[in-house]
């Protein structure tokens, strides 16, 4: 494959500042992708041809752990990611085994490189069982949220977006959010009660990773609600255990993406549209470093930082 465009997410900032849990250093970084299938072995099947634009599934699967034996790939004990446990994109060209490449020439080079942090958001939803009857609340409008909010909108639930910046708030009420509460300025459970009756919403998609949030999750959900969670906290979490029991909650992680989710991601994108503030910056590969550290400066204004090959 010809590398076309590499998306720097929240995890590849922090594996360069050194924080991020799940990484093998050294690593070439790199798992959100857009590429044009350069050349092709006799054994990939014929739907796959040189010239191809295309995306990939950046995960790894063993076959033969519990997740993979029940069909939740996805969440392989053995998962390797690329640019994670093993080195990613950042490359003019690189080789992956076909099974994970997905060509749609119908998206734009530029959108194939967000399909998969999309999906992440998407993933969380499926997970969470989400019809027309619920009212969601997704904490964190970065891109992993902002899936999860276009995947409850699509399936019609009454979205309600959390974060601390009004210009993302602004975009998820674009993307279809009904309610937005800014949590630096609006006491949360007060506006909540306001806008679900004091019920709580029916799930909360945590999409953070911090202490807080996680918390708010808990606190806030409705009875027998479920909340999903998306983000690596990076300290131990203190619950109040007996809300678990009190409302019976489902609490579920959340983990990668499966096959599905990224098709789902596709369809929306070629349906609707994705718009130009989900790519903050555009930077060559000699400047992905002066990137990082850019967005380590500011990283509450940062959506998505691509670099172009």
């Known amino acids: 494959m010809k590398i076309n465009y590499v998306g720097f997410c929240g995890s590849d900032l922090n594996t360069f500042l050194g924080k991020n849990p799940m990484v093998k250093m050294p690593v070439i970084p790199g798992h959100e992708i857009s590429a044009t299938v350069a050349k092709v072995t006799p054994s990939v099947p014929a739907t796959i041809r040189e010239g191809m634009a295309c995306t990939v599934n950046p995960y790894t699967s063993c076959g033969g752990c519990t997740s993979c034996r029940n069909g939740r790939v996805n969440a392989c004990r053995f998962n390797q990611t690329l640019g994670v446990q093993r080195d990613g994109a950042m490359r003019d060209y690189m080789v992956v085994p076909w099974n994970k490449v997905i060509v749609d020439e119908a998206i734009s080079s530029r959108d194939l490189a967000l399909v998969e942090p999309l999906s992440i958001g998407f993933h969380a939803v499926s997970r969470a069982r989400v019809t027309d009857g619920d009212s969601v609340m997704v904490i964190g409008c970065g891109m992993i949220g902002m899936g999860a909010i276009i995947r409850s909108v699509r399936r019609g639930a009454e979205v309600i977006a959390v974060d601390l910046d009004d210009e993302k708030l602004k975009l998820a009420r674009r993307l279809g959010a009904k309610y937005t509460i800014n949590s630096a300025l609006e006491e949360v459970h007060t506006r909540l009660n306001e806008v679900t009756g004091e019920m709580g919403p029916d799930v909360v998609i945590e999409a953070v990773g911090a202490p807080a949030?996680?918390?708010?999750?808990?606190?806030?959900?409705?009875?027998?609600?479920?909340?999903?969670?998306?983000?690596?906290?990076?300290?131990?979490?203190?619950?109040?255990?007996?809300?678990?029991?009190?409302?019976?909650?489902?609490?579920?992680?959340?983990?990668?993406?499966?096959?599905?989710d990224f098709h789902a991601v596709m369809q929306y994108v070629k349906q609707v549209g994705l718009?130009?503030?989900?790519?903050?910056?555009?930077?060559?590969?000699?400047?992905?470093?002066?990137?990082?550290?850019?967005?380590?400066?500011?990283?509450?204004?940062?959506?998505?930082?691509?670099?172009?090959?």
Do not use: H
Not at 219 to 241: L, N, W
């Open 213 to 260: 949030t996680y918390r708010m999750a808990v606190d806030e959900v409705a009875f027998t609600g479920r909340v999903v969670c998306i983000g690596y906290a990076s300290q131990e979490v203190a619950f109040e255990t007996k809300l678990f029991v009190s409302k019976e909650l489902d609490i579920m992680g959340s983990r990668n993406a499966l096959p599905a």
């Open 275 to 309: 718009p130009d503030e989900f790519i903050t910056a555009t930077y060559s590969p000699d400047k992905g470093q002066e990137a990082l550290e850019q967005w380590a400066a500011n990283t509450g204004k940062v959506f998505r930082i691509l670099v172009e090959f």
